[in-house]
């Protein structure tokens, strides 16, 4: 089973609100991975947790809050954002840790529209 | 640092025809390749991946790739095109000493009846 789930799938938000974007998965991977995807172009990584500490962050604005509360869950808190930061939010995760040689597996991703 | 050129930005093809979609990559050791297709509104799927040995790899859906050192490529092919093969589709390249997967900036394949 390769299967990465990601919920909400969709999520509309105002300026003000506090959300959050969740990622599942059962595959025993110890690497996961937060992306984010504008319409028409490729993904880009924000955040790369490896045994559930956070080991890259992309230089993501503070607005943008990433959690791993256990090796199968990875949370994506987010407060205060812009209507720029509407996109396609993609979870992903690799075997063992953050390599070029890691297959990674995407979730289905969530849609947020910031108002 | 690695990178990854796909020539084209948008391929029309007719249903049962054959598909090829160029990549093109830069980094100075074996790379890691990978091609991903991602459907409207959906994640990336791996389709394929190459890290040694036999240079033909066979993926899901039909699809190949040919890893050819000399050219630095990475071309996906698929000799019958059905319609729900219409997506995006992205090469990406992975190296052993950086934690980030370089994508190319993708092609976006149409399927005409």
């Known amino acids: 089973d390769t299967e990465v789930t990601q919920t909400p799938k969709h999520l509309v938000m105002g300026m003000t609100n506090k959300k959050s974007l969740k990622c599942e998965q059962h595959?025993?991977?110890?690497?996961m991975y937060w992306y984010k995807q504008k319409a028409k172009k490729p993904p880009e990584l924000m955040f790369v947790y490896s045994y559930e500490k956070l080991s890259i962050n992309e230089s993501v604005p503070s607005r943008f809050s990433p959690e791993c509360p256990n090796s199968s869950l990875l949370n994506l808190h987010l407060h205060a954002l812009q209507p720029e930061d509407s996109a396609l939010y993609l979870c992903?995760?690799?075997?063992?840790?953050?390599?070029?040689?890691?297959?990674?597996?995407f979730g289905p991703g969530t849609r947020l529209l910031v108002l | 640092a690695q990178s990854v050129t796909q020539p084209d930005i948008h391929i029309t093809v007719s249903e049962g025809a054959s598909l090829e979609l160029r990549c093109n990559y830069s980094?100075?050791?074996?790379?890691?390749l990978f091609w991903y297709v991602q459907s409207p509104g959906q994640g990336l799927q791996l389709l394929l991946k190459y890290f040694s040995g036999d240079t033909l790899v066979q993926g899901i859906k039909g699809f190949e790739a040919e890893f050819k050192r000399s050219q630095s490529s990475f071309n996906l092919r698929k000799p019958s095109v059905h319609w729900s093969d219409a997506a995006e589709y992205f090469c990406a390249v992975g190296a052993t000493n950086d934690y980030k997967l370089s994508f190319g900036a993708g092609t976006t394949v149409t399927v005409r009846a």
């Open positions: 595959m025993g991977h110890r690497a």
């Open positions: 980094y100075g050791a074996t790379p890691y």
């Open positions: 992903a995760s690799s075997p063992t840790s953050a390599r070029g040689e890691e297959t990674q597996y």
